[in-house]
């Protein structure tokens, strides 16, 4: 049987060009999607691919405005029972939002696969190409499915939910976190660590009529209540502290949170480190604190938007969601 696959396109390094194989500079999101297939034709991948050209810019730019028709897409595609799987080509700087994002709002019918690059496609060392083919060896396999979104960087491939950029340089720029990858992969192997852990036709969110807004606030030595205040506005909806060590912040700062939370603002705390597992600490219940558990702050941010998006704003019920129940 031909394995089908559907490309959705918007942009990134995966699609940049430099004019020179060794400059530094470069602008992503020049090559559009059927020259980009063109390109890939001649390397024997083993899978039919289509592609569509959702937007071709800079993940920096990446928001509602492109996720809603990556997301109209992608639901379209998996509608589709010619459709074995969905590559998204993606800017690594949010690729983990737009992962994540994705992870929540599909169903996990068939593999979702998010790939980028870190250096253009005219340079020396071009690590797209074979992220590209990997990421078809992933989405080619029925078993990647019930893995939810999934990202391939530099052979490796991770779960939407743990997988994080850490590196501005280099090819091994994504690390996982709590599992630190689910599998291993070349454009001719591909090895799973452990079993799946989706299935169903179902997505845990609806997509949203629109996101609302909440603003990640970076805790630091010195922090305030008046740094809080000055980043928190009328419309604003809910608030996730990239706090220090395990959610923690400055006392004046807590203060002002609180004040927040009590007047039905939404407060995760989650951790400005690396690999911060936040858990919840006796206060936050009179505080109405939500922990953000392992999530990262930018994917504290989804998960919270979805929620209140969906109507949920009890600090307990946000609190389960955050906790996976
Ligand atoms: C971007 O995120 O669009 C630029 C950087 C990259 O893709 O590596």
Redesign the pocket.
């Known amino acids: 049987m031909t394995t089908r696959l559907t490309v959705l396109a918007t942009?990134?390094?995966?699609a940049?060009i430099a004019g020179s194989a060794i400059a530094q500079d470069y602008r992503?999101?020049e090559i559009g999607i059927e020259d980009y297939l063109e390109r890939v034709g001649g390397l024997g991948l083993g899978a039919e691919l289509s592609g569509t050209q959702i937007a071709n810019?800079?993940?920096?730019?990446?928001g509602p405005a492109v996720w809603r028709p990556l997301h109209a897409a992608a639901l379209a595609a998996l509608a589709d029972e010619n459709c074995h799987g969905i590559i998204v080509t993606?800017?690594?700087?949010?690729?983990e939002e737009t992962a994540f994002l994705l992870d929540l709002t599909l169903p996990a019918t068939q593999p979702v696969v998010v790939v980028?690059?870190?250096?253009p496609a005219d340079a020396v060392g071009y690590d797209g190409l074979r992220n590209f083919a990997n990421a078809v060896r992933v989405a080619s396999d029925p078993d990647a499915a019930g893995r939810g979104v999934l990202a391939v960087m530099g052979d490796r491939v991770f779960a939407a939910r743990d997988v994080y950029?850490v590196r501005t340089r280099g090819t091994e720029?994504f690390r996982g976190f709590p599992r630190e990858s689910v599998g291993l992969v070349t454009p001719a192997s591909l090895e799973w660590f452990g079993a799946p852990w989706r299935s169903g036709t179902e997505a845990a969110f609806a997509w949203p009529e629109a996101l609302p807004e909440v603003v990640i606030l970076y805790a630091y030595a010195g922090f305030d209540g008046a740094g809080v205040m000055r980043q928190v506005g009328e419309t604003t909806r809910g608030v996730i502290v990239a706090g220090v060590g395990e959610g923690n912040m400055p006392e004046s700062a807590r203060q002002a949170l609180i004040g927040l939370a009590r007047n039905g603002i939404a407060v995760v705390r989650a951790s400005r480190a690396d690999e911060g597992l936040v858990d919840r600490e006796p206060e936050d219940e009179a505080n109405r604190f939500v922990a953000a558990r392992a999530l990262n702050p930018q994917k504290a941010r989804i998960l919270l938007q979805l929620l209140l998006a969906g109507g949920t704003s009890d600090p307990a019920a946000i609190q389960r969601a955050f906790d996976g129940r």
């Open positions: 942009g990134g390094t995966i940049g992503a999101g810019i800079d993940s920096a730019d990446i993606h800017g690594t700087d949010t690729l980028g690059a870190m250096r950029k720029a």
